[in-house]
């Protein structure tokens, strides 16, 4: 009992640490909201004021409408901020630190295992850095591996109230993030697993499949029936333009356009990870050092299990159970890797990969795994220089990646760049003018979206396409404010070519987050 408060103490310790890094000074961190954020806060505002939340909504090449109507309720509480935006994901984000707690300890038995897994998925800058953004694919991992959790629960304990949280949770997965559509090959992979580990089991086990399938499509029929039935078009996304099979991407020589983009999506978690900074920390990989190499350890031997008990099993007759957990690590792994090296786009991708998030970390728990088991067999002088190595380990675990992304990341003007924090710096701006003063944006779609989602409701805002600046008039006295999100040499003189007076002013700070303006 006392060892369980122990661990259960240090969990909290985790997930307390978990949540402060997905929260601390999130409006600066990451220095602007992009644009696709910015269309969610955007559509939540329209769902609040409406009353219409959608299944799916349409825009910006169609996006599953879960996150975005939870995004209308903290909007709705906490009004138009950064924070309202990205609340979801913060919570998201350190409650799959505690799913990986709860399935590593199943899957895995030890409590040690699970603590490992909480500190490794809390202190990732991986994880970090999608926890800070507001994008609905951070539901994935948290979803995944709360349904597996209970999976995994329910097949030890045959309860069938497992199965139906196990159901409902999984089917939530279908209404998030498009990616999470080939995640059912996990399913059916574990289920070949489990026919040929454990014997007579389907007829053990028919009642548990069927309510878990049952209460999966209570929670995904909504989609579904809005995906097969009411408008299949919505869902004809770009997907099809940047994938491997497409001619136009592939060259005509498809097996090496594969072989490269797997390629790429392999190596990303030890050598070079995605070069998108919204993403990753470019060039390096989405793993630290110490995490990549044990990775990569517990990858091989995985791969090397699952070998030998598939052996045993089909040529002895050996049935094993740990060969489910095999199974279901490698299917999880490689069906989460299709979203990203079927597509031939940005590659390597850690965004499309985002579900592999929590299996990943499990698979590099495995050789700190092997280390504390032979712990014992070490002699004293060898016990102090183990526990002095895995708490350098751990520090630096600890450290590294928060340091890379509250210290290195925070201060890049790439970053500020990739963020378009310029956009956020003309609406705090437009803030401080008269509310009487006409505020003329000259930016386009995109960009707008920032504004438009941090100042809903400013009065005289008007928001112009380059191509249409000559709408904008002056009436006798009037004041008005012409705000450029760039350099635009031609917009600018001839405005002030057409308009007398208009004095000109560049507003940029030591990022390099500039806008102009031009004022009567």
């Known amino acids: 009992m006392q060892n369980k408060k122990i661990v259960w103490g240090l969990l909290l310790a985790i997930l307390i640490a978990a949540f402060a890094l997905r929260v601390t000074n999130i409006k600066n961190i990451p220095a602007g909201i ?36 939870l995004q209308a309720l903290s909007i709705k509480a906490f009004g138009p901020t950064e924070f309202a935006l990205k609340l979801w994901s913060i919570i998201f984000g350190t409650l799959t630190v505690l799913g990986v707690f709860l399935l590593t300890k199943e899957l895995f038995k030890s409590y040690a295992a699970a603590l490992i897994g909480a500190y490794l998925t809390a202190f990732s800058y991986w994880a970090i850095n999608f926890s800070r953004i507001g994008f609905r694919a951070i539901m994935v991992p948290f979803l995944l591996s709360f349904s597996f959790y209970f999976l995994f629960k329910g097949l030890r304990t045959k309860k069938l109230h497992d199965f139906v949280i196990a159901g409902l949770i999984y089917g939530l997965g279908v209404h998030t993030y ?56 919505h869902y004809a996304s770009r997907t099809s333009a940047i994938s491997v099979f497409n001619s136009a991407t592939n060259g ?49 031997y995985i791969i090397a299990k699952f070998l030998q008990l598939f052996w045993l099993r089909i040529y002895k007759g050996v049935r094993d159970e740990k060969l489910d957990v095999y199974i279901f690590l490698l299917s999880w792994f490689f069906a989460m890797l299709i979203p990203e090296f079927l597509a031939n786009e940005g590659n390597p991708h850690a965004l499309r990969s985002i579900g592999t998030l929590p299996v990943v970390i499990m698979i590099s728990i495995l050789p700190f795994l092997w280390i504390l088991k032979k712990y014992n067999q070490f002699g ?30 925070a201060n890049s003007p790439k970053q500020h760049q990739v963020f378009e924090a310029n956009t956020r710096a003309i609406s705090d701006y437009i803030r401080t003018l008269p509310q009487s003063e006409k505020k003329y944006i000259i930016t386009g779609a995109m960009p707008r979206l920032t504004i438009n989602y941090l100042n809903p409701t400013l009065p005289n805002t008007f928001y112009i396409y380059p191509h249409e600046i000559n709408n904008i008039k002056v009436e006798g006295n009037e004041k008005i404010e012409i705000i450029f999100t760039g350099w635009d040499w031609n917009s600018i003189n001839s405005l002030r070519g057409r308009i007398p007076n208009l004095t000109f002013q560049e507003h940029k700070n030591k990022f390099g987050d500039i806008f102009i303006t031009l004022s009567n």
């Open 34 to 69: 992009y644009p696709d954020e910015a269309q969610n806060g955007v559509d939540a505002q329209q769902a609040n004021a409406t009353g219409e939340y959608k299944i799916f909504y349409e825009g910006n090449q169609g996006r599953e409408g879960l996150f975005i109507n």
């Open 178 to 233: 498009i990616a999470f559509r080939v995640s059912p090959l996990i399913l059916v992979m574990l289920l070949i697993s489990l026919i040929i580990t454990r014997k007579n089991f389907l007829l053990n086990y028919w009642k548990h499949t069927l309510v878990f399938a049952f209460a999966m499509l209570v929670t995904a029929t909504p989609m579904l029936l809005d995906f097969f039935v009411y408008n299949p078009q």
């Open 252 to 300: 005509g020589n498809l097996p090496l356009t594969i072989a490269k983009t797997f390629g790429l999506s392999l190596q990303k978690y030890f050598v070079m990870g995605d070069l998108n900074m919204r993403h990753n920390y470019p060039p390096y990989p989405l793993l630290n050092p110490i995490v990549g190499i044990s990775f990569l350890i517990g990858f091989i």
């Open 380 to 409: 004293h002088s060898y016990k102090i220089f183990t526990v002095s190595i895995l708490a350098g380990v751990f520090v630096f675990i600890g450290l590294a990646d928060p340091i890379k992304y509250f210290v290195f990341f």
